[in-house]
């Protein structure tokens, strides 16, 4: 039985939990207890506060864990990075007052900075030669300027809406985090089955990601135009249709540069164009 941490609530939660489902690991939402079996999958979820989930991971309590990447980074526990799941982007920067006339880092020199992430914060300080005072806080970091306790903070940042709501303006990007899954150094060979399986089906749901299924109707004559203009995964499949002079093209295409393909194939004489989204896809 392969042990996940999660995070107890919150985006990550949710994202995680979504993940899971779309790979057909079912886990019940209604059992929100400390430790939650699969009903299909050899796999049990610890439900953490998140800053426990590197240490849980490392110490072994857990064998895997989905985590922040600031957090990974701020607590620098001893667990290696499995992959990078995409999902709960954020960033981690200095912000300032908005009325502030930000000269540059060298601002922040001799200044008090509010922070939940000190040890991201301490080496970014030393790296850039300035000298601050840090001040750990928990909880709304952002409210830290309007009552005098800093004169800026360091925290993660979003959408940016938190900042403007505290008229606070966004400085310096420190680092760019996402959701990572961690591991533990120590797993079995046995565990490490489980895992490479679960791994195969959420790369199978990460592939399918902003991909449309196409099917259309289109004149032979024309074909070779509108396959040239089709960047399927290796080459459209085409099959014949009962009138000889059109033939039914199916392909993937990417939703980036969906619509602009879509319409050179109208302009070549595609028809009945049917497009349906892909849950998974095994490449």
């Known amino acids: 039985m392969l042990r996940i941490a999660v995070q107890s609530k919150g985006r990550l939660f949710e994202d995680t939990m979504n993940l899971l489902a779309e790979a057909d690991i079912k886990v019940s939402?209604?059992?929100?207890?400390?430790?939650?079996?699969?009903?299909?999958?050899?796999?049990e979820v610890l439900y953490l506060r998140d800053d426990d989930i590197p240490q849980s991971v490392a110490s072994g309590v857990a064998d895997i864990g989905v985590v922040g990447e600031n957090e990974f980074v701020e607590r620098g526990e001893d667990a290696d990075i499995i992959s990078r799941l995409?999902?709960?982007?954020?960033?981690?920067?200095?912000?300032?007052?908005?009325?502030?006339?930000?000269?540059?880092?060298?601002?922040?020199?001799?200044?008090?900075?509010?922070?939940?992430?000190?040890?991201?914060?301490?080496?970014?300080?030393?790296?850039?030669?300035?000298?601050?005072?840090?001040?750990?806080?928990?909880?709304?970091?952002?409210?830290?300027?309007?009552?005098?306790?800093?004169?800026?903070?360091?925290?993660?940042?979003?959408s940016g809406s938190t900042l403007v709501s505290n008229n606070l303006s966004e400085v310096e990007v420190v680092m760019e985090s996402e959701a990572l899954l961690i591991g533990n150094k120590q797993m079995s060979d046995e565990k490490r089955q489980v895992l490479n399986e679960m791994l195969f089906r959420f790369q199978?749901?990460?592939?399918?990601?902003?991909?449309?299924?196409?099917?259309?109707?289109?004149?032979?004559?024309?074909?070779?135009?509108?396959?040239?203009?089709?960047?399927?995964l290796k080459s459209p499949t085409i099959i014949p249709l009962a009138d000889e002079?059109?033939?039914?093209?199916?392909?993937?295409?990417d939703q980036k540069r969906f619509w602009e393909i879509i319409g050179k194939l109208k302009e070549m004489g595609a028809q009945g164009i049917l497009v349906t989204p892909i849950e998974k896809m095994i490449l």
Request: aromatic fraction near 8%; charge should be positive.
């Open 204 to 232: 199978a749901v990460k592939n399918a990601e902003d991909k449309k299924y196409v099917r259309m109707n289109a004149p032979k004559a024309r074909l070779q135009e509108i396959v040239s203009v089709l960047p399927g």
């Open 29 to 43: 939402a209604s059992k929100r207890t400390l430790l939650v079996k699969s009903s299909n999958f050899p796999l």
């Open 245 to 253: 002079e059109w033939c039914s093209v199916h392909t993937v295409l």
């Open 86 to 158: 995409g999902f709960s982007r954020c960033r981690l920067s200095l912000a300032i007052p908005k009325e502030v006339d930000y000269p540059g880092v060298e601002w922040f020199n001799g200044r008090k900075i509010a922070t939940s992430y000190p040890n991201i914060l301490r080496h970014y300080m030393e790296k850039h030669g300035i000298d601050t005072e840090i001040h750990v806080i928990t909880g709304s970091v952002e409210i830290s300027p309007g009552i005098g306790l800093a004169d800026g903070i360091f925290d993660i940042v979003s």
